[in-house]
């Protein structure tokens, strides 16, 4: 009885905290600033609080495919393989174009 006369601040924070992660929190606000009816900044602040679940089912899951927050390998444009076959190619003809132009550069044996 005493809990529903006088609740707890701690137990009234965690049924808020958890209504917020379970639903969702939307905080959405612009800012501009103007100098003689002259835009000089705007910034849009859209925020969302939710849980990580809530936040999967509604769609957001950027965090997976990021590369720098996910410890599995990304997956590239372009494969590994197809990497080292390009690289492979440009140095063939890097070798092609320093012998000709060794060749073409190779002094002509004096006579004398």
Same mark, same amino acid.
């Given at each position: 009885?005493?809990?529903?006369?006088?609740? %707890?601040?701690?137990?009234?924070? &965690?049924?808020?905290?958890?209504?917020?992660?379970?639903?969702?929190?939307?905080?959405?606000?612009?800012?501009?600033?103007?100098?003689?009816? &002259?835009?000089?900044? %705007?910034? *849009? &602040?859209?925020?969302?609080?939710?849980?990580?679940? =809530?936040?999967?089912?509604?769609?957001?899951?950027?965090? *997976?495919?990021?590369?720098?927050?996910?410890?599995?390998?990304?997956? %590239?444009? &372009?494969?590994?393989?197809?990497?080292? =076959?390009?690289?492979?190619?440009?140095?063939?003809?890097?070798?092609?174009?320093?012998?000709?132009?060794?060749?073409?550069?190779?002094?002509?044996? =004096? %006579?004398?």
């Amino acid at each position: 009885m005493p809990d529903y006369i006088a609740p %707890t601040r701690s137990h009234g924070l &965690v049924d808020i905290l958890d209504r917020v992660l379970d639903k969702g929190l939307v905080i959405a606000g612009d800012i501009k600033i103007n100098l003689a009816n &002259v835009e000089l900044l %705007t910034i *849009q &602040v859209r925020l969302l609080v939710c849980s990580i679940d =809530k936040a999967a089912s509604i769609g957001m899951n950027w965090w *997976q495919h990021d590369p720098r927050l996910t410890s599995r390998p990304a997956e %590239t444009a &372009v494969a590994s393989g197809e990497v080292e =076959k390009r690289l492979e190619r440009i140095e063939q003809q890097l070798r092609q174009l320093t012998e000709r132009s060794g060749a073409k550069r190779r002094p002509s044996p =004096k %006579t004398e």
